[in-house]
């Protein structure tokens, strides 16, 4: 007890995550392990992802300097990870950047709700199916999009122009399909990569990329779409 009391005041001084066993979020406890239980790791990547450990320290998972000790970041990228992409990750409201890239998750696109803060959703190089979730663009901070290297189906979002951050947009070598968006010309101030090369995009280039002034790299290959004039 003597030593062990000087070692708890320390520890509760300091407010240090590497004292603390304590999950004092469950939300996000809970939320990682639901993604947990949703896939199979053959590398044993998350192996540390357990119960005696908190959360914080699991490997991929950054989260916030100070209490209430929240998720900031999940980068699970290249880790052989298999499955599905739980929408438990859509409760992880302080989360700022996912990066799934690079592993070999099915199935659709996990539905994030409204990530207040989600700046960065990388899920490339994966064999994710179905369509582009709606509410993908109900994150209004995304800057940092890469959902290319997939299954995906189905057109973009029209929403895509309400997203007043976003610089970089991927989404190559998918089999999406419809016209490319006018209102992607309200993007004019941010977007500075658009990808999407590989897909099976019809129709003319809309005149309105021609405004997006910050645009350093355009990619349309290999779709069927049509020049104008
Ligand atoms: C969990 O694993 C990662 C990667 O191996 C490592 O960086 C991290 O320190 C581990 N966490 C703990 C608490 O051992
Ligand atoms: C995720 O980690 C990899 C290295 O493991 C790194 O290359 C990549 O930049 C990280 N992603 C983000 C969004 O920081
Ligand atoms: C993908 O991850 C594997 C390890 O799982 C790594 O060897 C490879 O370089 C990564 N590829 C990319 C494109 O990041
Ligand atoms: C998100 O959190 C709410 C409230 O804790 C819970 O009811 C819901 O099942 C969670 N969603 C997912 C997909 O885990
Ligand atoms: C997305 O935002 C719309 C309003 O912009 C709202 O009606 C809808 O419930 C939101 N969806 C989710 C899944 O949060
Ligand atoms: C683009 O911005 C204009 C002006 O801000 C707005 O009226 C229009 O509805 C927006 N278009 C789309 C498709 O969001």
Redesign the pocket.
């Given at each position: 007890m003597l030593i062990v009391l000087p070692l708890l005041l320390l520890c509760y001084g300091v407010g240090n995550i590497q004292c603390s066993t304590v999950h004092e979020n469950r939300q996000d406890f809970q939320s990682l392990l639901k993604f947990k239980q949703g896939i199979t790791d053959p590398k044993g990547?998350l192996?540390?992802?357990t119960i005696n450990?908190?959360f914080c320290?699991?490997?991929?998972v950054d989260c916030t300097l100070t209490r209430p000790w929240r998720v900031m970041e999940l980068n699970l990228s290249g880790m052989g990870l298999v499955g599905q992409v739980s929408s438990s990750i859509g409760n992880l409201t302080f989360l700022a950047a996912l990066d799934l890239s690079n592993n070999s998750f099915t199935g659709p696109l996990p539905i994030l709700h409204s990530l207040q803060h989600l700046v960065i959703f990388y899920v490339n190089n994966n064999q994710l199916q179905g369509a582009i979730p709606d509410t993908l663009t109900n994150s209004s901070t995304l800057a940092y999009v890469d959902l290319s290297v997939n299954l995906l189906v189905g057109s973009i979002p029209r929403s895509i122009s309400s997203l007043s951050r976003l610089s970089y947009l991927n989404l190559k070598t998918n089999q999406l399909e419809g016209s490319i968006p006018d209102g992607i010309a309200n993007l004019s101030n941010t977007l500075t990569y658009l990808l999407l090369g590989g897909n099976s995009f019809v129709g003319t280039i809309p005149s309105s990329i021609g405004s997006l002034t910050k645009l350093e790299r355009l990619e349309l290959q290999n779709n069927n779409l049509k020049v104008l004039g």
């Open positions: 990547a192996s540390n992802w450990t908190h320290r699991w490997n991929g």
